[in-house]
């Protein structure tokens, strides 16, 4: 049996700090570890419904994201299911459309695959500026490691980079 195609896609906007956590996220997994094959690591920004030939070619969709949930800012969530729906990315946007009714779309165009998010409750989305708040930028490498451990238990192991791609040398 062929393996699960993994999408690990980073959504949010770049320019509205904490907003744009997702896609640090993805790049700081890309930076930091070695993955399998079958696994894509992706930034997709606010492409929204853009992102459908790459979301239907995947068997698992894991997001990573921000999302509105009860905790305080800097709070981790794995999310499933209906609660898909408190991401904020895919909402009130360009792309006029949420995570669950591209998933939809998908599924109506013939290819939906199975999907979770792991998201983070924001301090800041706000803010016109290129760089998460501190609190969040503190948070990025608690939030990759239980990505890495939730799509561990789920059979899919990336491997640490012994020295992390563009770290300077010790």
């Not at 320019?15 to 993805?26: K, T």
């Not at 459908?52 to 800012?73: H, K, Q, S, T």
Request: hydrophobic share 45%; aromatic share 4%.
């Amino acid at each position: 049996m062929a393996e699960p195609r993994v999408l690990v896609l980073g959504v949010g906007n770049i320019l509205l700090s904490d907003e744009g956590f997702g896609v640090a996220a993805v790049n700081r997994l890309e930076r930091d570890y070695v993955w399998p094959d079958n696994v894509r690591l992706l930034d997709g920004g606010t492409l929204g419904l853009f992102l459908m030939p790459d979301i239907m070619d995947a068997d698992l969709l894991v997001v990573l994201d921000v999302v509105l949930g009860p905790g305080a800012p800097g709070t981790i969530y794995l999310l499933e299911g209906e609660d898909l729906r408190k991401s904020l990315s895919f909402r009130d946007s360009t792309h006029q459309t949420d995570l669950v009714d591209t998933l939809i779309s998908c599924e109506l165009a013939g290819a939906r695959p199975d999907a979770f998010i792991i998201g983070i409750q924001p301090v800041d989305c706000g803010t016109l500026s290129p760089e998460l708040t501190p609190a969040l930028e503190a948070k990025l490498p608690e939030f990759c490691a239980k990505a890495v451990a939730e799509l561990a238990r789920r059979g899919i192991t990336a491997t640490p980079r012994q020295q992390p791609q563009g770290a300077p040398a010790a």
